[in-house]
């Protein structure tokens, strides 16, 4: 009989042995597993570059040139406004719906561009080239005069294809379009005369 119960000892000895390897075993690979697995939902480099500023020099813009670049995924024009085109500024104000850039003002506008040419510096232009209505991209339409889709009148500006939505030459949005907003300023600054930093300024 005791020969018995010391095999069954034995025995069950030898389970718990197995069953605790085992154990460990699974818990040291569940281990292994899950380091990647979280591993994965650090950002990667690519991932922290799109969100990071962009330096654009600007020294070769011509007047009346735009130039696009990329900042968080969105396209952001750079134009250098001519004289004619500056002047267009004062002359269609009372055909907007937002002249002033009030409406949604700390999304949309910062405040160093809550004027008339909705920029730090008259000439250039900084805006984020997506429609404020479904998101579309407004197409350049700096040349004044009748064309289609464009009043008689037209001093120049930027056409959404999708819906016809009409923006000056400061992103502007004209009244009773479908666009509720005028186009986004984003934060930028001037880090020399030619070179301008996208996605930071002096609050940043």
């Not at 197995?18 to 281990?31: D, K, Q, S």
């Not at 009346?64 to 969105?74: D, F, H, I, S």
């Not at 008689?152 to 930027?158: H, I, P, T």
């Not at 502007?172 to 379009?177: A, E, L």
Request: net charge neutral; with cysteine.
């Amino acid at each position: 009989m005791s020969d018995t119960l010391s095999e069954k000892n034995e025995i069950d000895s030898s389970k718990r042995t197995w069953l605790i390897a085992t154990g460990c075993a699974g818990t040291v690979g569940g281990v292994a597993v899950a380091i990647p697995f979280v591993s994965n939902f650090q950002p990667s480099e690519k991932a922290k570059a799109a969100g990071a500023a962009v330096e654009v020099d600007i020294a070769g813009l011509k007047p009346g040139e735009k130039l696009t670049v990329e900042w968080r995924g969105k396209p952001v024009w750079i134009i250098r406004r001519t004289s004619d085109q500056l002047d267009s500024l004062k002359k269609t104000e009372a055909l907007l719906a937002d002249p002033d850039s009030k409406r949604n003002p700390s999304d949309l506008t910062p405040e160093y561009a809550r004027n008339q040419h909705r920029s730090i510096k008259p000439e250039v232009l900084v805006a984020v080239g997506i429609c404020s209505h479904l998101g579309c991209s407004p197409i350049d339409k700096f040349q004044s005069g009748a064309q289609p889709s464009l009043p008689d009148d037209w001093l120049g500006g930027f056409l959404c294809p999708c819906h016809g939505s009409t923006f000056d030459m400061a992103g502007r949005v004209f009244r009773n379009k479908p666009a509720p907003d005028n186009l986004e300023v984003p934060p930028h600054m001037y880090l020399s005369d030619s070179k301008l930093l996208i996605g930071e300024d002096k609050k940043a």
